[in-house]
């Protein structure tokens, strides 16, 4: 998008009036934008990084943001995109739009030809709900270690991942369903059109997210459209790797009817009635059909197994892990688990699957039970999706992966939403971003410190360079399959045998026999 002559000198004159008033207004290819000092930063909060999605434009790929003239200053967070829930336990409820398509910026204030590189991160919340303003996620802490932090947001739940006939039909592209994916990919061309603006380097940027978030980045590895618009992936608890015949609702042609069977359930005939349709009362439909991608011919033409089978990904070093007991504080009712009816509660939450998933959880009494759907709900949504993606990633030489298992339990207080949850989903968020400062009542302990000292500066490290390792840390060496092993953060941060390794390759079997193929090997082969 270029901007007019008048545009830039009426660009150059507000530049010179704001700076003599000690402001920092950046020129971005849409107008002018003031942020706010904190701390020795410049933070930017609630920048348009397209059109808003509503009107015509609901369940459309996202458009650029019209221009505007003087300064406009983004001070003030946005809201979330329209959602139900909350993403993490004991998160405040974000005000929500279906205006939401903002992004944040954490840059360091002096940023004259400073070409830092860039985080780019993208929340969780199972694709239906999240915030890029959730206070976790705030980048003062890692820009202060020389990165530039940019929080991003997308479309979740039925705005963002629904498939239908007539929405395929009307696309130039013949496909639909994957809003909440080109919203993302839409950051990044911003990033890459404006981010050295604001100090930073567009050919220095490195993706990242948790849970959802991390998933997200194993489409974008997958998807032609985002191709050359990052050079580092960060992904923690997560990934899209299992086999496409345990999910075929993924597919186009059943997401559509997904998609007609979630229309019918908000008394909606047609898509112009869905356009026409308040957006909260989009939420009050059969949500869980439509929180997931789409394997479609635009934006993801092939799931990111397949895409690394194939040799078709967006090839970069990847620091990529999970947690000790991811499902700590993602199985709500451990109280509930029997052995009596193990296998049964299993089934009525994840549907049908193969014995042979189950056969290395021993269930024969309650307290056994209890280990085993732990064990069983961590391997399934986290571990076995990050130790296929760092042996997929390992076969290129040129593009090492980085894997790590985050081990350490944080001083949960009792009484609180948090309390039990050991190294848990989420519980390194605190130490990834360094901000036990956030929880000041909580007893952080010196070991605390230095651990999130630590991972914070393996993560920064990364983004600077590709490669986690600098002065005064342990030393992280490259995964490497022949010895599976990754690297233990805890205390003491060590290099150790991958966990729960007979129960991974109980896993690695049966997708396997699923795919009709070994891992890695395209069918036929």
Known sequence: MRLSLCHVALAAVLLLTAATAGAAP??????LLEGVSEGGLTVYKGA????????PLRWREPQPVRPWT???RVRAFAPACLQTGISMPGEAPPATSEDCLYLNIWAPAHRADA?????????GGGFSNGSASMPLYWGDRLARKGVIVVTVAYRLGPLGWLALPELTAESPHHSSGNYGLEDQVAALHWVRRNIAAFGGDPSRVTIAGQSAGAASMSLLVASPLAKGLFRGVIAESGGMFEPLQLAPNYHLADAERDG???????GARSLAELRALPAAALLAGTRYVVTHPV???YALPAAPYDAF???RVNGTPILIGSNADEARSLVENLASVKAATFSADVAKAWGSLPPQLLAPYPHATDAEAVTARLGFERELRFGWDDWAWARLQARDSQSPAFYYQFAHAPPFPKGSVYEGWGPSHFSELWYVFDH????????WTAQDRRLADAISTYWTNFVKTGDPNGPGLPHWPRFDPAHDSLLRLDDPIAVTAVPNLDKLQAFDAVYSTVRGAPFAVAPGR
Not at 26 to 31: E, H, N, P
Not at 260 to 266: G, K, L, R
């Open 26 to 31: 950046v020129l971005t290819d849409a107008g």
């Open 115 to 123: 070409r830092l590189p860039v985080l780019v991160w993208i929340y």
């Open 436 to 443: 036990l400062g956030q929880q000041p009542t909580w007893r």
């Open 48 to 55: 348009p990084f397209a059109a808003p999605p509503v009107g």
């Open 309 to 311: 089978v194939a040799g």
């Open 70 to 72: 003087g300064v406009r």
């Open 295 to 297: 394997i479609e011919p």
């Open 260 to 266: 007609q069977a979630y229309a019918a359930s908000v």
